[in-house]
DNA sequence: TCTTTTGTAGATAAAAGATATCCACTATCC
DNA sequence: GGATAGTGGATATCTTTTATCTACAAAAGA
């Protein structure tokens, strides 16, 4: 029971595309550079982005990629889902019915115990499911009020 | 995000004993039979649960394993716990100071992506804390009596 | 249109963790 | 003291995650 580090890379990407000044995409280069992973398997990342709608990517010279909503309209959960995907957190091998046989109250007692996990895991959700990433934002800076960059520029003023 | 196959397992455990007769203890022969694995593998798995204090193990002839406390004081999430683990489910590798440089506003940011997420872990956990052992096993049988059995005596009636 | 720059997709390999087993050892009951 | 129970260490296998390389497709810009 863990998150996969995948989601922490997503999680700095996100925040960087949130900063991003508009209408100007990231090159994947520079955000692999920045995570230190090979180009390919940024990409790959992106790419589990881009499926959900989150960022859109755009080809071509110029191109990279950028926010596909606002800060405002991303809840936390869909970075895990992104890269997780939403599988329930429990799922069975059939191991009741080989424990205890193939009978009634075997199966009622399985469905039972996987709706339980299930129901523990729809809280867990809910709850990442209540801060967007704007907030998240907000909340870090201490102001409603993001800054953003061209991350892009490779030694603007490398903080922030 | 998910829960290793031995929370299954643990499960079936604990309802094996959970339905043994008082003061017999079930053998690991026994139950390693019904969850068809290894006795030895399936000793490792009995010795989580002894160690989280869930069960007890009674050596010498005719020992075996017993509950350790009554089904009705046996949360779900203790069954999860002596598998899995306690740990957060996330956990930095560091990877913000990397992509962000080692500076104030990125640790805070961090810590406050590792809150967000260990509070949704404690709504999981506590969902997995209210229903216990006991009553799992009551709204699978649909009545307060829970019947017992000798576990140990093979065909007794390979049902229930 | 053609070249460059960008993202996409498949094959694949290394690393980590989960799953599982064997065997030697220890403790206890009878 | 011998048989039967659990304990612990070393180890093997399997799956998933993490990661990379290379070939390919798409679009902007000259």
Avoid: H
Avoid at 39 to 65: A, D, E, H, Q, T
Avoid at 117 to 145: G, W
């Amino acid at each position: 029971m863990k998150l996969t580090s995948g989601v922490e890379q997503a999680a700095c990407i996100i925040v960087m595309l949130s900063t991003q000044a508009a209408d100007i995409p990231v090159t994947s280069d520079v955000i692999s550079e920045r995570l230190g992973v090979s180009p390919s398997y940024l990409k790959k990342i992106m790419r589990k982005l881009v499926v959900r709608g989150l960022i859109k990517s755009v080809p071509g010279v110029n191109g990279g990629f950028v926010l596909a909503k606002t800060p405002a309209c991303i809840p936390i959960i869909d970075l895990v889902d992104a890269i997780e995907g939403n599988e329930p957190i429990f799922q069975s091998t059939g191991l009741v019915r080989k424990a205890f046989g193939d009978i009634e109250v075997a199966e009622k007692g399985f469905l039972k115990f996987e709706n339980i996990v299930n129901e523990a895991q729809e809280a867990f959700r809910a709850k990442l499911s209540d801060i967007t990433v704007e907030k998240f934002l907000q909340e870090t800076i201490d102001t409603n009020e993001i800054q953003v960059k061209d991350w892009n520029q490779k030694s603007d003023e490398d903080n922030d």
